[in-house]
């Protein structure tokens, strides 16, 4: 499929950048955008503050990944790759997300995971995670998928105020990928729209960087639902959670 054909079946946008006037153009993109994409994620590795925060893919990932339509979004700023997003499919394979919250098997089937976001370091500071996630929901929703997971690193609180913002909450906190310790972030998408208002009558704040007291707040009932920054360091706000 050539990317005119793609970009007019699945739908294009254009909008400009909050900072220096750049023309951003964000689409669904065809595997032809591999190898770009792979200098991008080897880009972002070579720049990242601590090597946990991001878990790269190869090669025969993002294959896989290219054989479900509208599973990545793309946004290009004079034709560059500026930032790209994945969404996948997991079924019941052992790393569905599901499976760590709770679901029962029955529900696997409905999961779909936001997988990985990747910005260039240069348009950092537009929203483009944020509004990649908005569209890829709206894609996961049109298909007919119940529940949305993605993983976020604690020491990648940016990342994490974007997921909590785009609806999704704190799940679970647990070691993954080896001894990588990622939130597990959860959204079902028949909640109320009110959920939120719910959750603040009853909010408890905690660093970021407590990883064993969160672990207890979610053990005893609790989602993180709002993040800060305050003079303590980046803070998470927790409250009990009456939807599933």
């Not at 080897?42 to 896989?64: A, M």
Request: with cysteine; net charge neutral.
């Amino acid at each position: 499929m050539d990317r005119k054909r793609n970009r007019s079946r699945m739908g294009f946008e254009a909008f400009k950048s909050s900072q220096d006037n750049l023309l951003f153009e964000m689409e669904f993109l065809a595997e032809d955008s591999m190898q770009e994409m792979i200098e991008l994620q080897d880009l972002i590795l070579g720049h990242l503050p601590d090597p946990e925060i991001f878990f790269p893919h190869d090669r025969d990932y993002f294959h896989k990944i290219f054989q479900h339509d509208r599973s990545v979004i793309g946004v290009k700023v004079e034709d560059r790759l500026a930032a790209y997003s994945i969404i996948r499919i997991p079924g019941h394979a052992q790393d569905n997300l599901g499976r760590d919250i709770g679901l029962v098997d029955d529900e696997l089937d409905r999961v779909a995971h936001l997988q990985a976001t990747v910005v260039h370091p240069a348009f950092r500071g537009n929203g483009l995670q944020r509004k990649m996630a908005a569209t890829h929901l709206r894609v996961i929703r049109d298909l007919g998928f119940k529940h949305v997971c993605c993983t976020v690193s604690p020491k990648n609180p940016q990342s994490l105020a974007n997921i909590i913002c785009s609806g999704l909450v704190i799940k679970d906190l647990r070691p993954k990928f080896g001894d990588w310790w990622r939130y597990i972030m959860y959204a079902n998408l028949a909640w109320p729209k009110d959920l939120r208002e719910t959750l603040e009558r009853s909010e408890k704040a905690i660093t970021c960087s407590d990883l064993l007291g969160q672990q207890a707040l979610i053990k005893d009932g609790f989602v993180g639902f709002r993040t800060t920054m305050q003079p303590q360091g980046f803070v998470v706000f927790y409250a009990k959670n009456a939807v599933d």
